[in-house]
């Protein structure tokens, strides 16, 4: 098989996913994570800007264009299943940037990127809804004109961004799907409530529930509320970070290295990555 042929598959995959049914998605921040996420059993990941950029020092939001096209590249071509690209506002406030910026990702081999309703590395305020659904309609033409099938998800970001109105999250989501989006996220909403106006809101189309802290769901709690994909945006990358974070400060407050019992061996990491070698 052809590496074209290799992504037509995974992005066709990825499709099928959004059929029916409710997977979980999560999202690895380097190639050694994907490769576990893969090894695991899950059927598609899922790139994390927070993540990402937390591992290479900087707050989510404040990388660059060329750097994480070079990361959706390195982490497509690092495993068989199908990648969804996190691909924050497109990084252009422009549509034609827009457009251009879609056709690059594409390019990298992703099945998937999400595009969202609020301006780069901002942490309050929205576009506004018009201009949030030109963006979506434009998305869409972009993926259409690159002649792939790549799945997009569109985003608004009230909850996370300092609007958590679930009448106005509501109507943008079905204006998104009107727009052209395959899948409809709205990230940070938390009750039974919130979920089912976001579902409905949707109508039929597959919605993504990041489940980014410990809310009491299980898979098939969710599944059974309509939801048919579940990420967990930066929430593993977090918890490295966390087990990382409680380790230092006690070597260097306590001068201790308890924390270290258990830990993973690094003869079980090289036996699971060995088969990459190959």
């Not at 994570?33 to 591992?55: E, P, V």
């Not at 009448?167 to 052209?180: M, P």
């Not at 909403?189 to 089912?196: D, G, N, Q, S, W």
Request: glycine share 10%; net charge negative.
């Amino acid at each position: 098989m052809t590496e074209s042929q290799s992504i037509a598959r995974r992005r066709d995959l990825f499709f099928q996913l959004h059929e029916k049914g409710c997977f979980v998605i999560p999202n690895p921040w380097n190639i050694g994570t994907a490769r576990i996420l893969q090894d695991l059993g899950f059927k598609a990941i899922a790139s994390t800007s927070a993540g990402h950029a937390h591992a290479n020092g900087l707050p989510d939001g404040a990388q660059g264009l060329e750097e994480v096209l070079a990361h959706y590249e390195a982490m497509a071509a690092a495993v068989d299943i199908p990648l969804n690209a996190d691909f924050e506002n497109g990084f252009a406030e422009d549509v034609q940037g827009l457009h251009d910026n879609i056709f690059r990702c594409v390019a990298t081999g992703v099945a998937g990127l999400s595009i969202e309703d609020a301006p780069q590395g901002q942490e309050t305020g929205l576009y506004d809804f018009s201009t949030a659904v030109a963006r979506v309609r434009a998305a869409r033409a972009a993926i259409d004109q690159t002649g792939r099938r790549v799945l997009l998800t569109a985003r608004t970001e009230g909850y996370i961004r300092g609007a958590p109105d679930i009448q106005e999250t509501a109507r943008r989501l079905r204006a998104f799907g009107e727009a052209g989006a395959d899948c409809l996220y709205a990230p940070g909403i938390k009750t039974r409530e919130e979920i089912a106006a976001v579902v409905q809101a949707a109508d039929g189309r597959p919605v993504n529930f990041l489940n980014s802290a410990a809310f009491g769901y299980t898979v098939d709690d969710l599944a059974q509320m309509g939801v048919g994909r579940i990420s967990v945006g930066g929430t593993l990358a977090r918890l490295a970070m966390d087990s990382f974070l409680h380790a230092a400060q006690r070597i260097a407050g306590e001068g201790r290295f308890d924390d270290f019992a258990g830990v993973v061996s690094n003869a079980e990491l090289n036996q699971r990555f060995a088969k990459y070698l190959e």
